[in-house]
């Protein structure tokens, strides 16, 4: 993945940069390593520095305006401080930053699941600073979340969409100004209880939140701009990033908070909250070839495309 850009503030004969991420995808709260590769152009610059961004595609809903979708910068690094590059001048700057533990995933056993992050590259340079194009940014989900997603897929939970929405979930530690919201088709034995299923998870250094919601209605259950604030039954549970201790499965404990949630729902009815905390915990989605396959895939092509295309110069959405 790399991409070339020429200095467009200084024009022709401003120096290039080529950014190279390094092969295989991240997981939330590890390691984004790659380098930084300059050429000078045809007179000396003075670098004030080098900066990554991460860029999220994310989905708004205003009441006034309708849906639409964004770029939003949802975290920066510097990667290389002041330094004077000579004309001709070739240097590389390797890097290794950390991704925030909230970082979206976009694949799961290599399956996309329509999730779009980028890197892009600022270079500053003698006070003017040049924006590079976005480069492609490949998450994968968390062993826990990866465990998660599978039993609920061998539960028989079908994959229907996943995007980001601009926003935060009330009562939560949520940190980045948006979350990740994967629904799920319910299988028969539930079918008749509700219609879907929403899952988020909100990861930190020690533990794994995950929040759940039965038939969405009324617009998200999040409290960010345009949000309706309504939700039939929504629930929070917490695991640690080892997963249940003791002989219990995955399977059944996911189904035992899928319960749960039915059970909450049906009893308290609409606008129903409760969170549960737990050492064995965890929560939902599919079993990567088998539900987020086919369509998704060939979408998600179109969906890269858009995004990289016609965002390159701009910033926050």
């Given at each position: 993945?790399v991409?070339?850009?020429?200095?467009?503030?200084?024009g022709?004969?401003?120096?290039?940069?080529d950014?190279?991420?390094?092969?295989?995808?991240?997981?939330?709260?590890?390691?984004?390593?790659?380098?930084?590769?300059?050429?000078g152009?045809?007179?000396?610059?003075?670098?004030?520095?080098?900066?990554?961004?991460?860029?999220?595609?994310?989905?708004?809903?205003?009441e006034?305006?309708?849906?639409?979708?964004?770029?939003?910068?949802?975290?920066?690094?510097?990667?290389?401080?002041?330094?004077?590059?000579?004309?001709?001048?070739?240097?590389?700057?390797?890097?290794?930053?950390?991704l925030?533990?909230?970082?979206?995933?976009?694949?799961?056993?290599?399956?996309?699941?329509?999730?779009?992050?980028g890197?892009?590259?600022?270079l500053a340079?003698?006070g003017?600073?040049?924006?590079?194009?976005?480069?492609?940014?490949t998450?994968a989900?968390?062993p826990?979340?990866?465990?998660?997603?599978?039993?609920?897929g061998?539960?028989?939970?079908?994959?229907?969409?996943?995007?980001?929405?601009?926003?935060?979930?009330?009562?939560?530690?949520?940190?980045?100004?948006?979350?990740?919201?994967v629904?799920?088709?319910?299988?028969?034995?539930?079918?008749?209880?509700?219609?879907?299923?929403e899952?988020?998870?909100?990861?930190?250094?020690?533990a794994?939140e995950?929040?759940?919601?039965?038939?969405?209605?009324g617009?998200?259950f999040?409290?960010?701009?345009?949000?309706h604030?309504?939700?039939?039954?929504?629930s929070?549970?917490?695991?640690?990033?080892?997963?249940?201790?003791?002989?219990?499965?995955?399977?059944?404990?996911?189904?035992?908070?899928?319960?749960?949630?039915?059970?909450?729902?049906?009893?308290?009815g609409?606008?129903?909250?409760?969170?549960?905390?737990?050492g064995?915990?965890?929560a939902?989605?599919?079993?990567?070839?088998?539900i987020?396959?086919?369509m998704?895939?060939?979408?998600?092509?179109?969906?890269?495309?858009?995004?990289?295309?016609?965002?390159s110069?701009?910033?926050?959405?």
């Open positions: 993945m991409f070339k850009r020429l200095l467009g503030s200084l022709v004969g401003g120096p290039t940069v950014t190279v991420l390094d092969p295989g995808a991240a997981r939330p709260g590890g390691t984004l390593s790659g380098r930084v590769r300059l050429v152009g045809t007179a000396d610059h003075d670098v004030e520095h080098v900066g990554l961004e991460l860029v999220a595609r994310v989905e708004t809903e205003h006034e305006h309708g849906d639409g979708e964004g770029a939003v910068v949802f975290d920066r690094h510097v990667v290389g401080g002041a330094f004077r590059l000579a004309a001709g001048e070739e240097t590389s700057l390797p890097f290794a930053v950390p925030p533990w909230e970082t979206p995933a976009t694949e799961l056993h290599g399956q996309p699941l329509g999730i779009v992050l890197v892009r590259t600022e340079v003698a003017a600073r040049d924006k590079g194009d976005l480069d492609p940014l998450v989900p968390l826990a979340q990866e465990a998660v997603l599978e039993a609920l061998q539960l028989g939970f079908g994959f229907r969409s996943a995007d980001l929405e601009y926003g935060r979930i009330g009562g939560t530690g949520q940190q980045l100004p948006f979350y990740q919201e629904e799920l088709t319910p299988p028969p034995r539930y079918a008749h209880q509700v219609n879907e299923i899952l988020t998870f909100l990861a930190v250094p020690g794994l995950v929040v759940l919601e039965a038939d969405k209605r617009g998200p999040a409290d960010g701009p345009g949000g604030g309504g939700h039939d039954a929504l929070r549970f917490t695991v640690p990033h080892e997963g249940p201790s003791g002989p219990q499965d995955w399977n059944a404990l996911v189904d035992g908070w899928i319960q749960e949630l039915v059970e909450h729902r049906a009893s308290y609409s606008h129903a909250v409760y969170g549960h905390e737990s064995v915990g965890a939902v989605m599919a079993g990567a070839a088998g987020a396959g086919g998704v895939a060939a979408e998600v092509v179109d969906e890269v495309g858009d995004f990289f295309e016609g965002d110069d701009d910033g926050e959405g």
